[in-house]
């Protein structure tokens, strides 16, 4: 059976440089984890706290967005610190924000416009939205970081 998590899990491990290198992340043998990719071997499964570390590695969602799709939800992938280090304004990340914001009530208008919903159009508006909360993270971040620095210049440092 090639299930979408599998199929995920076996994509993040090439772009990671095949099962070899992938397996040092687990502290398992190669052969152990070709087993557990392998979609006719069902006695050896990839357990989930080895996913979640595959995908931290390889900074790869693959596995999660398979993982929600299987449950009927969307992963949401929040941004990081460092992804959001660069020289951007507030506001250029408020700019951001509010074309994501008018995309999807555009998006949500249209849907509705004809007093239903179709599968695709939903899928539609739940992406925008799902593009909206990534750029509302990416502004919280930058903010929480002109917080933080902010912090740092109020509170001496003491040295020993």
Known sequence: ???PLLIAARLVVRDMGGAERAALHLGKGESTLRHELNPNDAKNK????DAATLSQAARD??????FAAECGGVFIALARSED??????TMEYAGR?????GELLTSAAKAVSDGTVTDEEL???MAKGVSMASAWQELMVHMGRL???ANDKRQ???SA
Do not use: C, F, K, Y
Not at 46 to 49: T, W
């Open 1 to 3: 059976m090639h299930h």
């Open 46 to 49: 990839l357990g989930l706290l």
């Open 61 to 66: 969602s693959r596995i999660a967005e398979a």
């Open 84 to 89: 959001t280090a660069g020289g951007d304004t």
């Open 97 to 101: 924000l509010a074309t994501e914001l």
């Open 123 to 125: 899928r539609a508006v």
């Open 147 to 149: 917080n933080q620095a």
């Open 156 to 158: 001496p440092r003491v």
